[in-house]
């Protein structure tokens, strides 16, 4: 079956041959830059101000391919749309109306040049957070602006992904330095959210800071959600095969499996389920701002819910109890009565798209969208008086989703439904997890090391600028500390009776749980998570093969920083070196694959399978944004994407091996003093010129 591991190549990232690199021309160039500066720059320039002022989509009607889409949103427009300076979210509907109205105008646009001009226009005249989600998934989504590369959204919206306080301090540098200073750079602290401000009992969630909060896991899920918008149908999007709702529960139940790791490390049990009629534990008090400066909204620990939520509760346990319902009958009936048998590939999919409850789904009106559902009742909001007067809270927004503990729960449960499915469907075979004549004899691994390291990260945009001039005149940088790994690599000794084609799967996944106690395979297949998957030919005999971590198929490096991209950029345009692309532009960080470590030593298991790689099964298709996917049929997941009877598990193609993954804590420590003390939470420096 082609399925579950569809997803999670996506999800991962990069498939095996997805690391196709292409070299930019001209046209390329051109457009690359175009597209990254509108988004970067905060202002126009005097170019860009004259076009956004003369441009008028009425008059070049002719130049969108659908022209009801064009007046169906200028009748829009014109009626008033979101107003500048508002909050936007995609959970609300009367806002997602619009910004689909939006995208669809972008993705009418019959050239790049209609579609460039109508987003410069748009950029003037319409939501800054409205006219910047929709031009991102137009860029993402156009055929003619394919591995453009957008400039990182924490760069973009430094609001999304730090406190108050650093934005804070960053408005008081350009208050007390004014541009006086062009020649400096200026470097400010940035703070996890620390545990202090919690209540004892729950601070133990907050031990994670560090990872709901980091920058890289944020924009991967930001990613993960761009991939296939809420509002966009598939036949939009020009795939090969439908998977977007099997990336939506795979993608999850990675995030989620990773995340319980993260737990154990930190020795904590994995996150309680809630019930819908008691109090919901988690509270969210991370102090953040949005860019029009209204504060996010909190929620207090052990919550009830308040009567105006009432109506979203009793209608997401509804629809969650129809889709658990729906997961045991195994029959999906469509508004014409059609049935869809769900226990199929194809049916995977359509399952995934009814719990997303997208676009796609195959009927909307009976499993409504849960995911919206769950998100609304346990966000933590204020009711709004006016369609246009909300205050987004994390969970409203995919770019800060994570950062909200209750995420967790919410896709706890949501994962469950996705566990349901798989417990539904048979064990794999010993015939099927064999490869008779290939033995895996012993996997050696280096030494697995994580630890912190320090990365500055341009936050100047959290100011507001005058013009084009003023907003080149700042450089102001944040520091925050981050988890990492060293590279390290997996050195297998494979015996094989024959010349073949083989694929290598390694998982990773737990070993003790918090009380010390061994986990079986039986009990924690759910658990594991992909490292690698590749594909490799075995001769007669003795066959050794290395490889390395930095080598692994699902994870990209950190995003280039502006500056290091108008860099590589700028050589291109001078002709001095070659600009190169990869066409897997997002994906997992590779920084954060490995849960942190102990600095005795955290114990972890890794799973190794290799089987045969029948060359006829190939599937070859292309994601959005994470590139292109190359795999067999089984699956990214298999074989841990069923349930396992541990008797008759373990084939001699498969090895088992426990590891320990320790963690150096230097740096960990030195940060995190200087970060506590306050009074050098902001500190000038001298220039740094990195
Ligand atoms: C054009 O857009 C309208 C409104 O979204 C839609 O109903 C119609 O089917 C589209 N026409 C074509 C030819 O795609
Ligand atoms: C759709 O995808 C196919 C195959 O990748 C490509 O040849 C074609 O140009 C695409 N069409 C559009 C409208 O993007």
Known sequence: MIKEFVALLVVAGIAANAMSVHTANKDFLVKQKKLYDLLYFKTFDNELLELAKSYDVGKNIDSYENKTVVTEFLKRFQFGMLPKGKLYSTQYM????????????FYEAKDFDTFYKTAIWAKMHLNEM????????????????????????????????????????????????????????????????PMCSMDTYLESDHKLNYFMEDIGLNSYYYHMRAMFPLFVSDKNLNYTRDVRGEIYLYG??????????????????????????????????????????????????????????????????EVESRIMELIDFGYVYGLDGKPVDIYTPAGYNVLGNIIEGNKDSYNGRYYKNLDVLIRKVFGATRMANHKYDIVPNALDLYVTSIRDPAFYRIYKRIVNLYQRYMVNMKPYTREQLNFPGVKLNDVVVDKMVTYFDQVDIPVTKALSFKDRIDEMSYSIKARQYRLNHKPFSYTFDIESDKDTTALIRIFLGPAFDIHGKRINLESSWMKYIILDFFEVNLKVGKNKIVRSSTESVFVVPDELSSEAFYAKLQKAMEGSEPFVYTENIYGFPDRLILPKGKPQGMPYRLFFHVVELDKTQIVNMELPLMGKLYHDEKGMGYPLDRPICIWDFMTPNMYLKDVFIYHEDMMQEVVREKIHEDEIKMKKLQAMNN
């Open 94 to 105: 009367k806002m997602r109306d619009e910004v689909t109205a939006l995208y669809n105008l």
């Open 130 to 193: 409205m006219f910047s989600y929709a031009y991102q998934i137009a860029v993402f989504h156009r055929p003619d602006t394919k591995y453009i590369t957008l400039p990182p959204l924490y760069e973009v919206n430094p609001f999304y992904f730090f406190d108050s306080q650093l934005i804070n301090d960053v408005k008081n540098i350009k208050m007390k330095y004014g541009t006086a200073k062009l020649e400096k750079n200026y470097l400010v602290f940035a703070n996890y959210t």
């Open 252 to 317: 999850h139940k990675l995030l989620m499996s990773r995340y319980y790791m993260e737990r154990l490390s930190n020795d904590l049990e994995d996150v309680e389920d809630f019930d819908w009629t008691m109090p919901f534990v988690p509270g969210f008090y991370k102090e953040m701002v949005h860019p029009n400066g209204v504060m996010f909204p909190q929620r207090e620990s052990y919550q009830t819910l308040p009567s105006y939520k009432y109506k979203y509760m009793k209608e997401a346990r």
